[in-house]
């Protein structure tokens, strides 16, 4: 009964005595949520035009980051060294169009996905071995400072990783669905041949997506990098854009968001009220287990496209 | 159901596709051994033959999907060797698909629209910025779109996701995706293919409207020998990656090695 209460009334009960310190977690839960979708976003994109669970997306962010602090280093200014490492992206997306994804068309997803295995550790490798593996600092210059708003005490990096994230975001989302090169995109993601009968140049549709993909990297890598520093661990982020993915569909540009912000919220929420009853640590497998859960009542995600079978 | 073998209203003009001894093998099976025939502008051609006679690696060819090893293709009086398929689109062959090839997941309305791809001007960055004039072009494209929604009679599913849709419908979005881009020649492979005969009747109307209205030459793959007899000026015979017969469908009829391959085994 102790038990019982502990776990389904007490956690509830502190919340609502302690509205400020809940809303001051819930927020936090928000920021760090809109960090994982920025990551989501990037397999996203890449998933909805070639059907390709990209596994080096997590080391393009990395690879991203080393190339910003690196131009930064060697005293490039903020604002040339962010548009450099765009070109980077940009460049990379060529290549890898014209070396690896080329030769592979109508191959079976199965072997471009470990084609995308090869890249990650292809750039891991590449990366390093230009700029270095020292843990480096990113400061790209958002400021730090807590900030108070209505008595919620905030960190003004958060708020300003969500603000861009948003607006990355917005972007995408009218890029995909309102531009005619979304509806290309979509199509191409659709049915490759039909896309070719129609006159859409595939290479061109996959270079624009990898490059979207890798400045969607490079934001993500400014954030994270910003926060803990630009180091191999970056790319581990990759694995918590697993559940999100899992959670908002992997087709699906708004699910990345949705599914980012539901498992930040939920793992950090989880954490503070749930935590102390088994000895903390819920924020590491949180959003894994609620995947599970996903998995086995909703497969498709939240806002994944509906499996339609005919038979 | 009209008659296209009349031709007194349609004009038919010059050569338009000439295939000239194209030969096409994957590994050790010829799919398609020295065929040698040709399309003249305007008209209604059709291929038939028996299942694997390589009706549809010879639109694969024409459209660029297939590469062939042997002849040439001259099409508009340029002789080409290779050409990929977005290029061939950019001259203006569209085509159908044997096991419709849709975006199933987009609504009618943009699924035609992608046929729109190669008539839009703007480059990509004004595309992707959709302002001014690119959001204007956009509206251009609609309204042609709307007319092609018109004449094929599917204004009632303009907003639903295709892959929804019955399999009759959804052969008639993929026709209008294809006459959206304007083509000069329309490639179709089997559109009648598992229709009732009402959905039949309509296509076979479809496809006399389009070659009479905009007199777009097709060339066209079909099973049923009524369809094929009523509808097309010319026909080509395939049997075993090998011409068989290329005449009026009255020629071809008559012709006793067709009827022994083909006609024959449909209809005794």
Same mark, same amino acid.
């Given at each position: 009964?102790?038990?019982?209460?502990?776990?389904?009334?007490?956690?509830?009960?502190?919340?609502?005595?302690?509205?400020?310190?809940?809303?001051?977690?819930?927020?936090?839960?928000?920021?760090?949520?809109?960090?994982?979708?920025?990551?989501?976003?990037?397999?996203?994109?890449?998933?909805?035009?070639?059907?390709?669970?990209?596994?080096?997306?997590?080391?393009?962010?990395?690879?991203?980051?080393?190339?910003?602090?690196?131009?930064?280093?060697?005293?490039?200014?903020?604002?040339?060294?962010?548009?450099?490492?765009?070109?980077?992206?940009?460049?990379?997306?060529?290549?890898?169009?014209?070396?690896?994804?080329?030769?592979?068309?109508?191959?079976?997803?199965?072997?471009?996905?470990?084609?995308?295995?090869?890249?990650?550790?292809?750039?891991?490798?590449?990366?390093?071995?230009?700029?270095?593996?020292?843990?480096?600092?990113?400061?790209?210059?958002?400021?730090?400072?807590?900030?108070?708003?209505?008595?919620?005490?905030?960190?003004?990096?958060?708020?300003?990783?969500?603000?861009?994230?948003?607006?990355?975001?917005?972007?995408?989302?009218?890029?995909?669905?309102?531009?005619?090169?979304?509806?290309?995109?979509?199509?191409?993601?659709?049915?490759?041949?039909?896309?070719?009968?129609?006159?859409?140049?595939?290479?061109?549709?996959?270079?624009?997506?990898?490059?979207?993909?890798?400045?969607?990297?490079?934001?993500?890598?400014?954030?994270?990098?910003?926060?803990?520093?630009?180091?191999?661990?970056?790319?581990?982020?990759?694995?918590?854009?697993?559940?999100?993915?899992?959670?908002?569909?992997?087709?699906?540009?708004?699910?990345?968001?949705?599914?980012?912000?539901?498992?930040?919220?939920?793992?950090?929420?989880?954490?503070?009220?749930?935590?102390?009853?088994?000895?903390?640590?819920?924020?590491?497998?949180?959003?894994?287990?609620?995947?599970?859960?996903?998995?086995?009542?909703?497969?498709?995600?939240?806002?994944?496209?509906?499996?339609?079978?005919?038979? | 159901?009209?008659?296209?073998?009349?031709?007194?209203?349609?004009?038919?003009?010059?050569?338009?596709?000439?295939?000239?001894?194209?030969?096409?093998?994957?590994?050790?099976?010829?799919?398609?051994?020295?065929?040698?025939?040709?399309?003249?502008?305007?008209?209604?051609?059709?291929?038939?033959?028996?299942?694997?006679?390589?009706?549809?690696?010879?639109?694969?060819?024409?459209?660029?999907?297939?590469?062939?090893?042997?002849?040439?293709?001259?099409?508009?009086?340029?002789?080409?060797?290779?050409?990929?398929?977005?290029?061939?689109?950019?001259?203006?062959?569209?085509?159908?698909?044997?096991?419709?090839?849709?975006?199933?997941?987009?609504?009618?309305?943009?699924?035609?629209?992608?046929?729109?791809?190669?008539?839009?001007? %703007?480059?990509? @960055?004004?595309? +992707? &910025?959709?302002?001014? /004039?690119?959001?204007?072009?956009?509206? !251009?494209?609609? $309204?042609?779109?709307?007319?092609?929604?018109?004449?094929?009679?599917?204004?009632?599913?303009?907003?639903?996701?295709?892959?929804?849709?019955?399999?009759?419908?959804?052969? %008639?979005?993929? @026709?209008?995706? +294809? &006459?959206?881009?304007? /083509?000069?020649?329309?490639?179709?492979? !089997?559109?009648? $293919?598992?229709?009732?005969?009402?959905?039949?009747?309509?296509?076979?109307?479809?496809?006399?409207?389009?070659?009479?209205?905009?007199?777009?030459?097709?060339?066209?793959?079909?099973?049923?020998?009524?369809?094929?007899?009523?509808?097309?000026?010319?026909?080509?015979?395939?049997?075993?990656?090998?011409?068989?017969?290329?005449?009026?469908?009255?020629?071809?009829?008559?012709?006793?090695?067709?009827?022994?391959?083909?006609?024959?085994?449909?209809?005794?």
């Amino acid at each position: 009964m102790e038990t019982l209460h502990a776990v389904f009334v007490a956690p509830w009960l502190d919340m609502w005595e302690a509205p400020v310190f809940f809303a001051e977690v819930f927020v936090s839960g928000l920021l760090t949520g809109v960090m994982y979708s920025l990551v989501a976003l990037g397999f996203v994109l890449i998933f909805k035009a070639s059907g390709t669970f990209n596994f080096a997306q997590g080391v393009m962010v990395l690879f991203a980051a080393l190339t910003l602090v690196g131009l930064m280093e060697k005293g490039v200014p903020v604002w040339l060294a962010l548009i450099l490492t765009a070109v980077v992206m940009v460049v990379l997306a060529i290549v890898i169009e014209r070396v690896m994804l080329r030769p592979l068309v109508n191959q079976e997803h199965i072997i471009l996905f470990m084609a995308t295995i090869g890249l990650a550790f292809f750039l891991e490798g590449f990366g390093e071995l230009i700029w270095g593996s020292n843990v480096k600092r990113l400061d790209v210059g958002i400021p730090e400072e807590p900030v108070m708003i209505k008595g919620v005490l905030l960190n003004s990096f958060d708020i300003w990783a969500a603000a861009i994230g948003a607006i990355l975001v917005a972007g995408l989302a009218v890029f995909f669905h309102k531009t005619p090169i979304g509806r290309a995109l979509r199509a191409v993601a659709d049915d490759h041949q039909a896309a070719l009968s129609v006159g859409i140049p595939l290479k061109t549709i996959w270079i624009i997506v990898w490059s979207v993909a890798g400045i969607v990297a490079l934001v993500a890598g400014i954030m994270w990098g910003g926060k803990s520093g630009v180091q191999f661990s970056l790319s581990l982020i990759a694995f918590k854009a697993l559940p999100v993915l899992i959670l908002g569909g992997f087709t699906s540009v708004p699910g990345a968001i949705v599914g980012g912000l539901i498992i930040g919220v939920g793992e950090k929420v989880a954490e503070v009220y749930w935590g102390p009853l088994i000895g903390g640590a819920i924020e590491n497998w949180f959003a894994y287990v609620l995947a599970l859960v996903f998995l086995l009542f909703r497969p498709q995600g939240l806002f994944g496209e509906r499996i339609i079978e005919r038979v | 159901m009209a008659n296209g073998n009349g031709g007194n209203r349609r004009r038919i003009g010059g050569v338009i596709l000439n295939v000239e001894d194209v030969s096409l093998s994957f590994g050790g099976v010829q799919a398609l051994e020295q065929v040698t025939f040709s399309v003249r502008e305007g008209e209604i051609r059709a291929i038939i033959g028996p299942n694997g006679a390589g009706k549809s690696s010879m639109l694969n060819c024409i459209n660029g999907f297939y590469h062939p090893q042997g002849g040439t293709i001259t099409y508009k009086g340029n002789k080409r060797k290779q050409m990929r398929p977005h290029e061939a689109a950019a001259q203006g062959i569209a085509r159908t698909f044997q096991n419709i090839a849709l975006f199933k997941g987009m609504t009618t309305l943009d699924n035609i629209m992608t046929g729109r791809n190669l008539k839009m001007r %703007r480059n990509f @960055l004004w595309q +992707a &910025l959709y302002i001014g /004039p690119a959001r204007r072009e956009e509206m !251009e494209h609609r $309204a042609f779109v709307e007319q092609i929604i018109d004449f094929l009679e599917i204004q009632a599913i303009r907003k639903q996701p295709v892959g929804k849709l019955p399999y009759g419908l959804q052969k %008639r979005v993929e @026709l209008g995706r +294809a &006459l959206a881009a304007e /083509p000069d020649l329309l490639l179709l492979d !089997e559109p009648m $293919a598992g229709m009732n005969t009402e959905e039949k009747e309509d296509m076979c109307r479809f496809v006399l409207d389009v070659n009479d209205e905009f007199g777009t030459t097709i060339v066209l793959i079909e099973h049923d020998m009524g369809v094929v007899m009523d509808i097309s000026d010319r026909v080509v015979v395939l049997d075993y990656g090998k011409l068989l017969a290329d005449g009026t469908p009255d020629d071809v009829r008559g012709n006793k090695q067709v009827i022994d391959a083909y006609l024959g085994a449909v209809h005794d």
